[in-house]
C-alpha cells in the first residue's frame, strides 16, 4: 500500500461512453499526476495539478478531460476513447519539502480497455 | 531535460548482489538522482534517490560517481520479488518525473 488508492482497478467501455477514473490520497501531498503507460512503451506523463491548479498538460486530446477538487482527490474523464486509448493509467502524488526532494508515490493504476 | 541512459535488460542470479548502471553526462547541479522500480502489473515505487554523495536505504545502495556523470543502484543480496523495471530519473526539487524505458532485471533462481 502506497498511500494513492485508484479505482477502478480495471475498466471496459465502449467508444461512446463516458467513464470517470479515481484517484484518492491522504499523505497530506499537494501535487499529484496522471501517467499513461502503454504496452511496451515509457510512461507519459499527461497532467500535473499543484495545490489543485493545473500546471501542466503534456499536449493530452481533450477527450481526456482531468479535475483535481480538491488536494487529496483527482478525477480522469474519459468520453469518446479510441481503442489506441487502452492503457494502464496511473495516478501519482508528491509533497514538497523545504528538507529534501520529495519522492512521489503511484497508485497501482487502472487498467483500461476501450473496444 | 537531461537524459538518462540504462541497459535495456540484465539478469542475475538469486541471492547475489547486482549493480544497475546509470549514464547521465548532462546532469547539472541542481538535479537529483533518483531511482524508481516497477513490478508486474504495479505502478512505479520509490527505491532511493542522492545528490552527490553515495546514499544506503533498506532496499539498496545508491553509488554516485565523483563528476556525478554515472550512477550505480546496488541491490546487495537479489531475490526473486526484486525482479522488475528499474528507472533511473533526474529530478530537481518537485518537478516532475520523467521516465525512459529503464532496465528489465530478470532474478535467476
Known amino acids: 500500500e502506497t498511500g494513492v488508492t485508484q479505482t477502478p482497478r480495471h475498466l471496459v467501455m465502449g467508444m461512446t461512453n463516458k467513464k470517470s477514473l479515481k484517484c484518492e490520497q491522504h499523505l497530506g501531498h499537494n501535487a499529484m499526476y496522471w501517467y499513461k503507460q502503454s504496452a511496451k512503451k515509457p510512461l507519459e506523463l499527461m497532467f500535473v495539478y499543484n495545490f489543485k491548479e493545473q500546471t501542466e498538460n503534456n499536449s493530452v486530446p481533450s477527450r481526456f478531460s482531468p479535475e483535481c477538487p480538491n488536494s487529496s482527490h483527482l478525477f480522469l474523464h474519459l468520453h469518446t476513447l479510441q481503442p489506441e486509448d487502452s492503457a494502464l493509467y496511473l495516478c501519482?502524488?508528491?509533497?514538497?519539502?523545504?528538507?529534501?526532494?520529495?519522492?512521489?508515490?503511484f497508485g497501482q493504476g487502472t487498467r483500461l480497455t476501450v473496444v | 531535460d537531461a537524459k538518462t541512459t540504462q541497459p535495456n535488460s540484465m539478469e542475475s542470479n538469486e541471492e547475489e548482489p547486482v549493480h544497475l548502471p546509470c549514464n547521465h553526462s548532462?546532469?547539472?547541479?541542481?538535479?537529483?538522482i533518483h531511482w524508481y522500480r516497477q513490478l508486474p502489473s504495479q505502478g512505479p515505487e520509490y527505491v532511493i534517490h542522492?545528490?552527490?554523495s553515495n546514499v544506503n536505504n533498506r532496499m539498496a545502495s545508491l553509488a554516485i560517481a565523483e563528476d556525478r556523470k554515472s550512477s550505480t543502484l546496488i541491490l546487495h543480496r537479489a531475490t526473486l520479488r526484486d525482479a522488475a523495471v528499474y528507472y533511473c530519473i533526474l529530478r530537481w526539487g518537485n518537478e516532475k518525473l520523467t521516465f525512459g524505458t529503464g532496465t528489465r532485471l530478470t532474478i535467476i533462481p
Open positions: 548532462t546532469i547539472s547541479g541542481t538535479d537529483y
Open positions: 501519482a502524488s508528491s509533497q514538497a519539502s523545504r528538507q529534501g526532494v520529495p519522492e512521489a508515490f
Open positions: 542522492g545528490l552527490t
